[in-house]
């Protein structure tokens, strides 16, 4: 088939980079450089996290979530052998943990998380100051209690976007760069005011596709970027903090990524001075090595969300909308990427995917419903 894809971000260039792969001509239009400056997907820290978002998420979540980190590696391989990065992913399980004066935050995180997946209990194990120490040892340092989920993970991002341009680039596909996308229906892509006609239309847009997506919200979330070469953990770390889910995810290279705020706006302005103070004054309350770190880059982006929270892949004839990935871009991707394609391929397996009338399509009604 001859496919269009509006929006070259996570979901866009997975989906591009496989029906590339099942032999499909793609064309790709972005109102942003290849770079994806503007995308959720390059601010995203990147931690596949399904117990933490378990706490404060719909079953599916997990379930979704768990079957994801199960493919990346071999999606990670493929993606070598078309791009030759190498990119990093890295499933050795976070560590949870509270400071003394919100210890009672850290007990409520337990016993939340034990009632959203009471079947998993033999993965969150409670650790004392010395099994922490033997774990983490600079995060022993600081706290004497903490929670391991041994099954969750991180990737790098920026590898990973990477890696999918040039994938997507060698198998030889168009990619328009800077170009704003004003509407995607069935065979029909609106960019530039020229319309690109194709057997497929997919609009993967993200927060972009508000004005065609009524039901859809953006959450907006500020992370930082810092080189901290003092510190040396080598897992996720999650701080309980009173008004954020705060992380910190290692990369290579001693680079760090602290976020998220959550927040429901739909700014894009640039961190605000309070984020920014809180999240650093979070990050040294860890661990007194990010005092000397460099900040490389202050990111803030809007996080595409239905109200439910779930993402979805809409499909009827000539279009699909795939959105709402909200805070579990990269931790769902996999999943909703296959399902994405099975329906592309006209099997529908998966309760993320809904068969939609594209004639009766209209940007005031919801078409979950
Ligand atoms: C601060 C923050 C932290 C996050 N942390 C995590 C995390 O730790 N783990 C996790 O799993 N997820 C995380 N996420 C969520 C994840 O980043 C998103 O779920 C994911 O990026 C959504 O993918 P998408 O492809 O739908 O949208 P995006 O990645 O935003 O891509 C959309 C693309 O469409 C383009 N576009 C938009 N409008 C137009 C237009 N009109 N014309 C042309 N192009 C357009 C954009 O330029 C962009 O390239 C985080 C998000 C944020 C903001």
């Keep these: 088939m001859n496919i269009g894809i509006a929006g070259a971000g996570l979901i866009g260039r997975l989906l591009a980079w496989q029906l590339l792969r099942r032999g499909h001509k793609i064309t790709l239009f972005d109102r942003d450089a290849a770079a994806g400056e503007l995308s959720a997907a390059r601010v995203a820290a990147a931690m596949l996290a399904p117990y933490s978002e378990a706490v404060h998420s719909e079953r599916a979540i997990f379930d ?117 996308v004003t509407k995607v229906d069935a065979g029909a892509i609106y960019f530039d005011n020229e319309i690109f006609h194709c057997d497929l239309a997919i609009d993967t847009r993200g927060f972009g596709a508000k004005k065609q997506l009524a039901d859809l919200r953006g959450v907006r979330g500020e992370v930082l970027w810092v080189h901290a070469p003092e510190v040396h953990f080598t897992r ?32 894009l302005a ?69 399902q994405a394609l099975a329906a592309i391929e006209g099997r529908v397996e998966h309760s993320i995917v809904k068969y939609i009338d594209a004639v009766n399509y209209s940007s005031t009604k919801s078409v979950c419903a």
């Design 64 to 180: 979704w979530g768990r079957e994801s980190l199960a493919l990346w590696p071999a999606l990670l391989h493929d993606l070598k052998i078309d791009s030759d990065i190498d990119v990093f992913f890295q499933h050795q399980g976070s560590v949870v943990v509270a400071h003394a004066n919100d210890r009672s935050s850290l007990d409520h995180f337990n016993k939340c998380l034990l009632h959203a997946v009471p079947d998993f209990s033999d993965s969150i194990q409670p650790l004392d100051k010395n099994s922490l120490q033997e774990l983490e040892p600079e995060l022993a340092e600081r706290f004497s209690a903490a929670t391991f989920l041994r099954e969750e993970g991180t990737l790098d991002n920026r590898e990973l976007l990477l890696a999918l341009e040039q994938a997507i680039r060698c198998a030889g596909a168009l990619w328009y760069e800077g170009s704003e």
């Design 236 to 267: 996720p770390i999650r701080l309980m903090h009173p008004r954020y889910q705060l992380y910190i995810a290692p990369k290579r290279d001693s680079v760090y990524v602290i976020g998220a705020t959550e927040i429901e706006s739909e700014s």
């Design 270 to 338: 640039p961190i605000s001075v309070r984020s920014s103070l809180e999240l650093q004054s979070a990050l040294y309350s860890t661990h007194t090595g990010f005092a000397e770190a460099n900040v490389l880059h202050a990111y803030a982006n809007c996080r595409p969300a239905f109200m439910d929270n779930l993402p979805r892949v809409e499909i009827s004839d000539g279009l699909m909308r795939v959105n709402g990935l909200f805070r579990h871009g990269y931790l769902l991707s996999p999943v909703v990427m296959a």
